[in-house]
């Protein structure tokens, strides 16, 4: 027998060894790949905020609340029927009583949908304000009261049209 030939055994083994290892490693990287939490069709955008805490009424005499513009800086067109706002932290500042302060509770209208129309494109600009919120007991927020977002999380929120899946596309925090 040659003993050239007795070496090849051995070698074809451990070849085969290693191409069934990286075989599996593709077929499990790409089985876990498929588990992450992605959105393939979220679009992509930028938004900028301007917030002001001295809003007055309309009469400019007694103070309204603070309001947030946010403006569609850059990126895709967003149907607005897909966009919500998720509103936390904001109170109902009572300008009589200081000691008279409620949490404020988002209830809309969409700000997207009421004011850009069906389309949220690019130099686009949405207020959120004092209009689209009440007091945690169910009250206006009226003539007394001011909004306060300085301590609230304003976040937007993509809604897929063809699956479950949201994204958050912005966040704000004063």
Do not use: C, K
Request: aromatic letters at 8%; a negative charge.
């Amino acid at each position: 027998m040659n003993s050239d030939t007795r070496a090849v055994s051995p070698v074809v083994a451990t070849i085969l060894m290693v191409a069934v290892v990286v075989v599996l490693t593709g077929a499990t990287g790409g089985y876990l790949f498929q588990l992450t939490d992605s959105v393939d069709d979220a679009p992509n955008t930028a938004f900028s905020a301007e917030y002001d805490t001295s809003t007055r009424d309309n009469v400019g005499t007694s103070p309204d609340g603070h309001y947030l513009n946010v403006t569609h800086t850059a990126g895709d067109t967003l149907q607005t029927g897909a966009l919500n706002i998720s509103v936390t932290g904001a109170w109902s500042r009572d300008t009589d009583d200081p000691n008279d302060n409620e949490p404020a509770v988002y209830v809309g209208p969409n700000p997207f949908a009421s004011q850009a129309g069906s389309d949220f494109t690019a130099a686009e600009t949405v207020s959120i304000n004092s209009s689209s919120f009440r007091e945690a007991g169910g009250a206006a927020i009226d003539n007394s009261d001011y909004l306060d977002l300085q301590d609230a999380t304003v976040r937007i929120v993509w809604q897929s049209s063809s699956t479950d899946d949201s994204v958050t596309l912005w966040t704000w925090e004063f």
